[in-house]
T-cell receptor, first 109, second 117 residues
Framework: GQNIDQPTEMTATEGAIVQINCTYQ??????LFWYQQHAGEAPTFLSY??LDGLEEKGRFSSFLSRSKGYSYLLLKELQMKDSASYLC??????????WGAGTKLIIKP | GAVVSQHPSRVICKSGTSVKIECRSL??????MFWYRQFPKKSLMLMAT?????????EQGVEKDKFLINHASLTLSTLTVTSAHPEDSSFYIC?????????????FGPGTRLTVL
C-alpha cells in the first residue's frame, strides 16, 4: 500500500535546529520530496532525494534512507519566516506524488 | 525557474453556478498537469491528472461530471466545477511537470480559493 506519516505539529525556537521526520511506504518508490507551505498559499519545492544520504542546501538539508523508508528535513538557524507547514511526498513509479498530511512548524522567539 | 499561474486566485459564487479555474504554465510546455484540492489543515488530495490532448485520469471518488478538466494545450488546463455547492468550497491547486526534468518535479500554481454560498 501507499502510506506517508509525519508529525502533525512541532515547535522550535528562533535560531535553533529542528528535524522533521517522515516515514513512507510506497510501491515503486521513485524519490522523496519536501515542500514548504505557508497558510493560504501553494506549496513551494524544498528538496528531492532519490539516493540514500544527506543533501544540503543552505539552511535546509534533507536525508533519505530507502531501506528504512525514512526521510527527514533539517532546518538550521531557524527564522520566524520558517513558520509553515512542511509536506513530505513520495513519488511512485508513475511519477505520482503521495502526500503526507504535513507538519505544522511553529517558531517561537 | 518554471512558473505556473492560476486564475482566478479567489472566487465566490452562488450555489448551483459553475466556476472555471485556469492553470497556465508561463514559460514552459507542461507534459502533464495535476489538479489538487486541499481542505483546511489537510494534505493535498489529487483529483485528476491531465495530459494535453487526452482525457483526464480521475482519482477514485472524484466525480468527473462534477469536476470537468480540459487540457487544450501544453500550457493551459482548466478545471470547471459544475453546479457548485457549499461542500465544494476549498482551495484548488494545479501543478505542472516538465519532461526535461529527470524526476518530474511538479511546479505549483498559487491556488484558487473557491467559496460557494
Amino acid at each position: 500500500g501507499q502510506n506517508i506519516d509525519q508529525p502533525t505539529e512541532m515547535t522550535a525556537t528562533e535560531g535553533a535546529i529542528v528535524q522533521i521526520n517522515c516515514t513512507y511506504q510506497t510501491s515503486g518508490f521513485n524519490g522523496l520530496f519536501w515542500y514548504q507551505q505557508h497558510a493560504g498559499e501553494a506549496p513551494t519545492f524544498l528538496s528531492y532525494n532519490v539516493l540514500d544520504g544527506l543533501e544540503e542546501k543552505g539552511r535546509f538539508s534533507s536525508f533519505l534512507s530507502r531501506s528504512k523508508g525514512y526521510s527527514y528535513l533539517l532546518l538550521k538557524e531557524l527564522q520566524m519566516k520558517d513558520s509553515a507547514s512542511y509536506l513530505c511526498a513520495s513519488q511512485d513509479s508513475n511519477y505520482q506524488l503521495i502526500w503526507g498530511a504535513g507538519t505544522k512548524l511553529i517558531i517561537k522567539p | 525557474g518554471a512558473v505556473v499561474s492560476q486564475h482566478p486566485s479567489r472566487v465566490i459564487c452562488k450555489s448551483g453556478t459553475s466556476v472555471k479555474i485556469e492553470c497556465r504554465s508561463l514559460d514552459f510546455q507542461a507534459t502533464t498537469m495535476f489538479w489538487y484540492r486541499q481542505f483546511p489543515k489537510k494534505s493535498l488530495m489529487l483529483m485528476a491528472t491531465s495530459n494535453e490532448g487526452s482525457k483526464a485520469t480521475y482519482e477514485q471518488g472524484v466525480e468527473k461530471d462534477k469536476f470537468l478538466i480540459n487540457h487544450a494545450s501544453l500550457t493551459l488546463s482548466t478545471l470547471t466545477v459544475t453546479s457548485a455547492h457549499p461542500e465544494d468550497s476549498s482551495f484548488y491547486i494545479c501543478s505542472a511537470t516538465l519532461a526535461e526534468y529527470s524526476y518530474n518535479e511538479q511546479f505549483f500554481g498559487p491556488g484558487t480559493r473557491l467559496t460557494v454560498l
